[in-house]
């Protein structure tokens, strides 16, 4: 008995099924990708306590040559409440300003009791105040207490309370950031979780403990030191 060949399906046709199946993942794939960032949050950007801190790209020194930095490299976007995670200080400072000068001993301390839990980061601006002329030599001298006259106005930078600093200072000389940032004046540090979200700003009191200064916020939210 002749074998009877089997039919052949019509030319093309399992290539259009093929092309339907992924048009119609494509589609659904978009919509749900859509809806997701439909409902997502929108996290505003600003200062405050619960926004994410403004980012700004600036040059950095960390006692070698000066080079790139971005502030949200820090972030760690995937932290979650308890996770790990370095949390951040954001301080900003004016090299001639007295009280960020009474200040170095401050931050001294704290980042020799926090350096393991927490990233320090010095930005340096120039108040437009009579006498306040900094320079990228005057903020190196201030960060390594090295001999230059200049600091505070008129004091050698050597004599700048407290150690020798071994966080990384930026130069914003300029004032870039500071708007972004609302700076309220110098000295202001802010208190950044791991993923950039501001947890304390000293500009808003009524969110903390009566009296309550960066010390006391990094044992309160940070903890373990």
């Known amino acids: ?42 996290v505003k950007v600003g200062p405050s306590e619960g926004e994410l801190a403004p980012d700004f790209s600036v040059q950095a020194y960390s006692g070698g040559e000066w080079g790139d930095f971005r502030l949200s490299d820090l972030f760690n976007k995937s932290w979650a409440p308890g996770g790990d995670g370095d949390w951040i200080v954001v301080q900003y400072i004016d090299t001639d300003c007295p009280y960020c000068w009474n200040e170095g001993e401050l931050m001294s301390q704290l980042h020799s009791q926090w350096s393991q839990e927490v990233t320090f980061v010095t930005v340096v601006v120039e108040l437009g105040i009579q006498g306040h002329d900094s320079s990228r030599d005057e903020v190196e001298a201030f960060r ?20 020798p600093h071994s966080w990384v200072y930026l130069d914003d000389l300029n004032s870039r950031t500071s708007g972004d940032w609302e700076l309220p004046g110098t000295p202001f540090a802010a208190l950044l979780q791991p993923d950039g979200i501001v947890a304390w700003n000293p500009q808003q009191p009524g969110n903390h403990p009566d009296g309550e200064e960066m010390e006391g916020a990094l044992q309160r939210l940070v903890g373990g030191s």
């Open 1 to 42: 008995m002749a074998r009877r060949r089997r039919a052949a399906a019509p030319k093309g046709r399992d290539d259009d099924v093929r092309l339907m199946a992924a048009l119609v993942t494509f589609g659904v794939t978009s919509m749900i990708l859509m809806a997701v960032m439909l409902l997502a949050p929108v």
């Open 144 to 163: 390594d207490k090295t001999l230059y006259d200049g600091c505070k106005t008129n004091s050698n930078c050597a004599d700048r309370p407290g150690n």
